[in-house]
């Protein structure tokens, strides 16, 4: 009986063996673009952004608006959002493998989904909104038309950005796992190459000059050096068809044969955002605008795509030893670019100069000067650093924005004594190097404004006396409008900015449009069914002190059943 028994468990074994690996990576059968274009990148996945990774692809569409977006696979719509800021217009559809698609910024949404949507927001009374309908409500097959590209929200021109989610964790995950028809055979480009000798921001720093020795490897002169040392990169990836500069794909670091560091861009979350700015030279970026990445794991990392037995990125050099770096930089696509380089450890009389900090991410700190404050709550840094908070006659200047912080810390001014509309026109400002001032939000409380930041900068009270401007564009008082298809106003703040508008028709609310990187405000006329010829028109907006403006303005248009 054994022996029957011992082929059926290799029977087993073999059929087991025929049944495909549970993953979201799909083929041409089951998938379909979202657009019907070339497509060609200008942004990847994982790629590092001001203070957040970026979550997807960035898809050119031709620098236009409106081209057709569909659906990459069968599902339903399980989340609607529309913001002025952040995605803007934003579709979330579910499927049935366990991945959500996500598209962004765009212009409009397909018939169906923008008729669900504005009754929702005529409902609700608000251009912004964000909606969750019911499973299988709002059914999408594969292909199916869901909207058109656009450049709504914190775009800065017209693309879609595509992204995939586990549906389970709602973590990001590489959407070139898709058979997505790129035209890639670059390889990487090192721009520079830089040893630190240390982990802090205030780390000492050396750069060494890259030779290519052929297409795709670098290296540099002999390099004599000490102690413990981790590696930082000038470098991007671009397609051959795109001139965009965008991020690598993967990572390794072998010192003598070892592997010493590896990231890979896989699956995110979007908690590791928290931790982006210890993956760069945080303090040359603020400086001057340069983006070296960093390989090296902080202590205070929690990232999840860096394993965290992983070792951190620090290679210890010792003196009259020889080593062998080489660095591997890959796309998705597998182009690699190498740099190899060969040290030599050398025993240093000198001693770097012992630094002091006088603030510790273990304890709290309170500065306060009676009518200023500032409060630091602990771990709002990532390492102990050193910071003069200098209190003058109108300006409180924190630091120098050149340490990242891990959590926000707070700044108080005092409410002035004055007359009460001047009280209320007031607010904290932050100050620049060219003393140029911008809004910081702070509300009032106990006598005092307050304010939380995550940056360090320079503060002071300013003040907003002007209202919003309220401006017909396409039209005049008393206009006939019979043939308009829509409304475009322009609305506008020159300092604090918009908080909320409102506009009314014959006292009606009407949805109006915002963007506010061209400052308008669009009425559709297919909105309403208006049956007068005479209608006023009245929009009201108010800033983020308070100042308020309204227009009221009349015009005539034949009702449509007339």
């Known amino acids: 009986m054994i022996k029957p028994l011992r082929n059926f468990y290799l029977l087993f074994l073999f059929v087991l063996g025929l049944i495909p690996t549970v993953h979201f990576a799909q083929t041409n059968a089951d998938w379909t673009p979202p657009l019907d274009i070339p497509i060609l990148l200008s942004g990847t996945f994982g790629e590092i952004r001001n203070n957040h990774f970026h979550a997807g692809l960035d898809i050119k569409t031709q620098g236009r608006q409106g081209l057709a977006v569909q659906s990459v696979k069968n599902g339903w719509i399980n989340r609607i959002r529309i913001s002025t800021g952040g995605y803007g217009k934003a579709l979330y559809i579910q499927h049935y493998d366990g991945t959500t698609s996500v598209y962004a910024h765009l212009k409009k949404f397909a018939p169906k989904i923008e008729a669900y949507v504005k009754k ?6 608000s251009y912004s909104i964000q909606l969750f309908p019911k499973s299988e409500e709002l059914s999408i097959e594969r292909g199916e038309l869901i909207g058109y590209s656009g450049n709504t929200g914190g775009s800065f021109g017209p693309h879609l950005h ?8 709602q973590n990001p995950i590489n959407a070139m796992q898709y058979p997505v028809e790129i035209v890639d055979t670059q390889r990487p480009q090192i ?5 630190y000798d240390g982990i802090h921001p205030d780390s000492n720093k050396k750069e060494f ?17 000490e102690g413990s040392v981790n590696v930082g990169l000038r470098l991007f990836d671009r397609q051959d068809l795109s001139y965009n500069k965008n991020g690598i794909y993967k990572a390794k670091i072998r ?8 990231i890979e861009m896989d699956e995110i979350s979007f908690n590791d955002s928290k931790y982006i700015n210890l993956l760069i030279d945080y303090k040359e970026w603020a400086q001057n605008k340069n983006r070296i990445q960093r390989f090296i794991k902080h ?4 990232m999840t795509f860096l394993e965290q037995a992983m070792p951190d990125g620090q290679m210890q050099i010792e003196s009259g030893k020889s080593y ?20 030599t450890g050398t025993n240093s009389t000198s001693k770097p100069p012992v630094k002091s900090y006088n603030i510790s991410p273990d304890q709290d700190y309170l500065y306060d000067f009676g009518d200023k404050s500032v409060y630091f709550p602990k771990r709002s840094f990532f390492d102990s650093v050193s910071i003069s908070v200098i209190n003058e006659s109108k300006i409180l200047s924190v630091g120098e924005n050149i340490y990242p912080l891990q959590k926000a810390y707070e700044v108080r001014f005092k409410v002035l004594e004055e007359d009460s509309l001047i009280q209320k026109q007031s607010f904290i400002a932050t100050v620049n190097s060219k003393n140029q001032t911008s809004f910081f939000s702070a509300a009032q409380k106990d006598g005092n404004w307050t304010g939380k930041s995550n940056v360090l900068a320079a503060y002071t009270l300013s003040r907003d006396s002007v209202p919003p401007e309220i401006k017909p564009l396409n039209f005049k008082n008393k206009q006939w409008l019979s043939d308009y298809s829509y409304l475009r106003l322009k609305l506008s703040d020159d300092y604090t900015g918009i908080q909320k508008y409102c506009g009314e028709i014959n006292g009606r609310w009407i949805l109006l449009e915002h963007e506010p990187k061209d400052n308008t405000l669009i009425y ?9 010829a005479l209608h006023q028109l009245k929009i009201t907006a108010e800033d983020q002190v308070g100042n308020t403006s309204e227009l009221i303005m009349d015009f005539y248009r034949k009702p449509k059943n007339k």
């Open 120 to 125: 929702k927001q005529y409902e609700k009374e």
């Open 299 to 302: 202590p205070m990392q929690k």
């Open 324 to 343: 062998q770096i080489l660095i591997e930089v890959s796309d998705y696509h597998n182009n690699t670019s190498y740099i190899e380089a060969y040290f």
């Open 191 to 195: 721009q520079n190459l830089y040893l």
């Open 162 to 169: 595509f992204e995939v989610r586990n549906s389970s964790t």
């Open 255 to 262: 010192l003598n044969g070892v592997l010493q560091y590896e």
């Open 209 to 225: 000059v890259l030779v290519r020795k052929n297409d795709s490897t670098y290296t540099t002169a002999g390099v004599i050096t």
């Open 524 to 532: 559709d006329f297919n909105d309403l069914e208006i049956e007068e």
